[in-house]
């Protein structure tokens, strides 16, 4: 297992290209929020949109349009009832606030049944797939899924410590050809072959909306055409890189996942610099 340092990172960083447009940074879909967790969907598509996406789009139900049109004015709306256009996206994410009615888990399957690139499932995706065990056979080859513990404990049986559920995430990320990010103290990173921990981050991320922008972060990554391995190495260790970097003017109980995100940009600055 290796430890995640700057050095192991810049030798998967690409540098932006001084004269790229936003077609050469990919389109990212970002299916997330409901009625009561529309915060999920804004997080995750700021975050999307700190970290390189060319394009955002975010998936929503309509009645919760303005949220989005008010909070990131930046990202396009694909509302939740109309038909999809599943081939112009680069890379997407769903769960982030979606819920887990029946609703939703007809939104799963139909991404299931629609995408064969690697979708990035965190949060109610994840709670899904767990009472709906026979739908990870289908899930595309190399996609992410980024369970804390207590959704690692859902998708794959109870476990009494970190090592157990590590290695657990190594055998089924190997036996379901996927990459699995163990979100938590020193989140760990597997796709079954290779394992990564990481070495950034805090106790600041200890509340909601830090999973959602970890999505967002690991979306534009693939948006950007990154392997799926790397976009999840790189996506954990800038996200708690610009945690550390928000210790700078907050502490570790008043930082908010909003802040961290406004520090995605020093965090990519601290890499290339």
Known sequence: MMVLDIHSILKLFKKRVADSHKGNHGHALIIAGS???????????????????????????????????????VAMIEF???????????????????????????????VLGNIKTPVVF???????????????????QKSILTPHVKEFDRLFGKHDSESERRQTATIKAK???????????????????ESFENSTGNSGLAKGGSGDALTGIITAFLAQNYEPLNAAILSVFIHGLAADITLETQSSESMLITDVIENLGNAFNKIQN
């Open 122 to 140: 965190d949060a109610d995706a994840l709670n899904i797939l767990a009472k709906n065990q026979g739908e990870l056979l289908k899930l595309p």
């Open 80 to 110: 939740r009832e109309d038909k999809k256009n599943w081939n112009q996206y680069n890379s997407v994410a769903i769960g982030p606030g979606i819920g887990t009615d029946k609703s939703a888990t007809t939104l799963l399957k139909s």
């Open 175 to 193: 036996e379901l050809q996927l990459i699995i990010i163990l979100k938590g103290h020193k989140t760990f990173i597997t796709d079954g072959q």
């Open 35 to 73: 009625k009561s967790k529309m915060g999920a969907a804004i997080i995750c598509a700021k975050a999307c949109l700190r970290a390189g996406a060319g394009l955002v789009t975010v998936n929503i139900p309509k009645k919760e349009r303005l949220a989005v049109f008010t909070s990131v004015p």
